[in-house]
């Protein structure tokens, strides 16, 4: 906490260092953004901050409860009901909670590392090194059970997303839009690899249907080690600032004599707990971890700390549209949710991308 | 001068054309690649046959492999000069076709049409409707495509990361789509959509062939003109070309070659890339009477070669377009990391 109260005071004598080093990463849309927020922003009335997020959070509250009630099966109806109420709903709306807020803080987190706003675990490859790391586990070690399938994928992850972070920094001149694309192209080469895998060992299907982001297979019994991501998102928030301090570039964040490496490393390894975790027991969420925060900065500006609490409200609030959308569009069926998040990702991203597109 | 035919691997004559000699060997990268592609054919062909050579069983499987041999050829032409023509048409040689969503685009319109009017136009077959299906893609990806290009701030990396993310959206509506079909639409869209080299569409392969056939040829007559049109607009409209007509038709032939190869063996992503790129380094200068044959040719080498090597070694046929897009892959990082770094 105290560490970026040092960074601002440093940056009196250092403002050329903070400002080379944050305004590459911040396209001018931020600021706008920013200035409109202003008003809320900087105006010192911290009670009246909270009323928003309250609202919001009342808002995102009412989605959940929603969600209990939404399902082919009519739980409202006497002890049966009561019963498939905590076999499937409950446990179905809570891992949405945890899923939906663990992935867009660790959106944050990695726009923050990598210094820039396009990239989440869908455009750094993350997810797809989970996957194989799923698979892996599938063929070699069947037995291994849920725990250590997610702490073999949670490995892959971050091996995935510390290549990319190495591969990141051989690129000298990194423009901002070649970096998500270095991300997404790893991820299609790991992609490849990891279907020759699964056609040579008959998992295709499997594998499929594991990739596949849906909350259908999530019932009492199979969800409850998704609280790990709770605790990812917790140290999520206790280490915003010092995170916001790394997102500053390594001269900046060593300058203000933090160990910079130590907290690339440990964000990078709570990214891929969350990806990996989140790919074992729900699967692929494409784009979560990218709209949810570049919504929140293009409405609030650029404070991470501030904006947290939002992102993880907003993660939750669009993974449980989306998934009541998945529930809902084909009634007794279900359109798995990472197919409605791939479709309004794509299109919000290409809005964002869009947006940066004509300010030049 | 001297003539092709005399050219051919067993007719080199090269002591009594010795003044001439430098015309024959400009066509040997040529002539080596096709040479290898024929040997190639023809391993993929008769290699591994379990009845007794000559024989009528021989034939008959010979003649089943014939067909994957030319729905091999036919993708490989598609793919390599679509690849091409499309980085005439953007001036760049990062983009591809694929790689910015254009069969993913295919595939969308195809599911939309079975979306939208049900299994009476999956059921429906003929030349009227291959017409109208590709008329529809190709009106959306000029228009689409058109305008992704013509931006005055059109810049590469966006461009290239709008497509991807392009197609990965017509991807995540196509399978959305899919999902709310009955199983019995899906099923006929699914067969439309997911060939594989082992059983390519029968059915379109003569169509197929005819129209790629036709539009290799009309590229081919125009390829000193698309020699002007990659040098960009500016020059291209100081020369007398007809700057925007030429693009839409090379966008409009694009999107009917993509289309061919993707109702034959399904979106390959990385494989244009991978022979386009190979093709630059072996040719010797970047005009299209140089880069198109040299391009088809290692298409066809490429995609043969994997194919011989998977089935008839690793016996692991379904692999082929898994095992290019790793290859193209990485080719593609490489590619990519490069210009970053410059």
Not at chain 2, 128 to 150: D, E, H, N
Not at chain 2, 223 to 241: E, F, M, N, T
Not at chain 2, 266 to 277: I, N
């Amino acid at each position: 906490m105290s560490l970026v109260k040092d960074a601002t005071g440093q940056s009196g004598q250092g403002t050329p260092v903070r400002k080379s080093g944050r305004s590459p990463v911040l396209p001018t849309a931020s600021r706008v953004a920013t200035d409109a927020a202003e008003a809320t922003e900087v105006s010192p009335a911290p009670r009246a901050k909270v009323w928003p997020l309250a609202l919001a959070t009342l808002v995102v509250v009412g989605l959940l409860a929603t969600s209990l009630f939404v399902g082919a099966y009519d739980v409202t109806n006497g002890e049966l009901g009561a019963e498939m109420m905590w076999i499937t709903r409950v446990p179905r709306t809570v891992a949405l909670l945890l899923a939906g807020a663990a992935m867009a803080a660790s959106g944050v987190v990695m726009q923050m590392l990598t210094q820039n706003r396009f990239v989440d675990a869908t455009t750094s490859g993350t997810t797809e090194w989970a996957s194989l790391g799923l698979l892996l586990t599938a063929i070699f070690a069947p037995a291994i059970g849920l725990a250590g399938r997610m702490a073999v994928s949670s490995a892959f992850a971050f091996v995935g997303a510390m290549t990319f972070m190495v591969i990141l920094r051989r690129v000298v001149i990194r423009t901002t839009l070649v970096v998500p694309l270095i991300g997404i192209m790893l991820g299609a080469v790991v992609s490849a690899v990891t279907t020759f895998l699964a056609v040579q060992t008959n998992l295709l299907q499997m594998l499929g249907t594991w990739f596949m982001g849906s909350f259908t297979s999530v019932v009492r019994g199979r969800y409850e080690v998704l609280w790990v991501v709770a605790i990812v998102t917790l140290l999520v928030f206790l280490l915003a600032d010092r995170i916001t301090v790394a997102g500053l570039g390594k001269e900046v964040a060593t300058s203000v004599g933090m160990r910079y490496e130590t907290i690339l490393i440990a964000g990078t390894a709570l990214v891929a707990v969350a990806a990996g975790v989140t790919t074992v027991v729900v699967g692929f969420l494409p784009f979560l971890g990218l709209v949810v925060p570049n919504a929140v900065a293009m409405i609030r500006g650029d404070n991470v700390r501030s904006n947290l609490p939002w992102v993880c409200l907003g993660g939750v609030a669009l993974v449980t549209v989306c998934d009541l959308i998945g529930r809902t569009v084909r009634a007794p069926f279900e359109v798995p949710v990472s197919m409605v998040l791939g479709l309004v990702g794509c299109v919000v991203f290409i809005a964002i991308l869009m947006r940066s597109r004509y300010r030049g | 001068m001297v003539s092709i035919t005399r050219l051919s691997p067993e007719g080199v004559l090269p002591d009594e054309l010795e003044p001439e000699a430098p015309r024959w060997r400009q066509f040997l990268p040529l002539i080596i690649v096709f040479g290898v592609a024929v040997a190639l054919a023809i391993s993929v062909l008769v290699y591994g046959n379990p009845a007794p050579a000559g024989s009528d069983g021989f034939w008959i499987i010979v003649g089943t492999r014939l067909t994957a041999l030319a729905t091999i050829v036919l993708v490989a032409v598609c793919q390599s000069v679509a690849t091409v023509l499309f980085h005439t048409a953007s001036s760049n040689r990062i983009l591809t076709p694929s790689i910015l969503g254009f069969d993913a685009l295919y595939v969308l319109t195809q599911t939309s049409l079975v979306f939208v009017f049900g299994s009476a136009a999956a059921g429906m077959e003929g030349i009227p409707k291959i017409i109208a299906q590709s008329g529809i893609m190709v009106v959306f990806a000029t228009l689409l495509y058109g305008w992704l290009f013509s931006g005055k701030r059109a810049n590469l990396h966006l461009l290239l990361l709008v497509g991807v993310v392009l197609g990965m959206g017509f991807g995540s509506i196509s399978t959305f789509m899919q999902r709310l079909l009955t199983p019995s639409e899906f099923d006929i869209l699914s067969a439309k959509l997911f060939g594989s080299i082992g059983n390519g569409n029968v059915d379109y392969l003569p169509y197929a062939a005819a129209i790629t056939l036709l539009i290799v040829a009309y590229v081919w007559r125009k390829r000193k003109i698309y020699d002007v049109v990659a040098l960009g607009h500016d020059v291209s409209v100081g020369l007398g070309v007809h700057y925007k007509r030429e693009i839409v038709t090379i966008l409009v032939l694009v999107a009917v070659l993509i289309s061919v190869s993707v109702t034959m063996v399904g979106p390959m992503t990385f494989y244009g890339f991978l022979v386009a790129t190979l093709a630059y380094q072996f040719a010797r200068n970047d005009s299209h009477s140089e880069t198109l044959p040299l391009a088809i040719g290692i298409g066809l080498v490429t995609l043969l070669g994997a194919t011989f090597v998977l089935k008839h070694i690793f016996s692991a046929g379904g692999l082929i377009t898994v095992i290019i897009e790793f290859v193209g892959g990485v080719l593609f990082l490489i590619v990519l990391l490069r210009k970053g770094l410059r």
